[in-house]
């Protein structure tokens, strides 16, 4: 099992920036690619981001490439998502996972974290 435990989340106004982290710690070694996900009110839950952990491949959601960047470090078990010019309708909970295989699929992603909020204001 992978703990998850996310970071970084907040108000800020539109065209702002922040920073999430992640930091996993357990069997870590178990897991083979980590995704962002987030929740809005009312709304399913979406893929982001992900990262594969062995090439640093990385894979984006539409409404968010360009704008995020999904990074990593192995030796410190730790992934981050880096969100520029951000926009009201990426106002929701932001939820770090961990999947042993590649997938935009929620169902796959077998750890979570407990989420951070993220509120973008006009």
């Known amino acids: 099992q992978v703990q998850l435990d996310e970071s970084g989340g907040g108000l800020v106004q539109a065209g702002g920036s922040l920073k999430l982290s992640c930091a996993a710690s357990?069997?870590?070694?178990?897991?083979?690619?980590m995704g962002w996900f987030r929740q809005a009110p009312g709304k399913e839950r979406e893929f982001v981001a992900g990262?594969?952990?062995?090439?640093?491949?990385?894979y984006y959601a539409n409404s968010v490439e360009g704008r995020f960047t999904i990074s990593k470090d192995n030796d410190k078990n730790t992934v981050w998502l880096q969100m520029n010019s951000l926009k009201p309708e990426d106002t929701a909970v932001y939820y770090c996972?961990?999947?042993?295989?590649?997938?935009?699929?929620?169902?796959?992603?077998?750890?979570w974290g407990q989420g951070t909020q993220v509120t973008v204001s006009s």
């Open positions: 990262i594969r952990r062995s090439s640093g491949d990385t």
């Open positions: 996972a961990a999947s042993s295989v590649l997938t935009r699929d929620s169902q796959w992603f077998k750890s």
């Open positions: 357990g069997r870590t070694f178990r897991y083979y690619f």
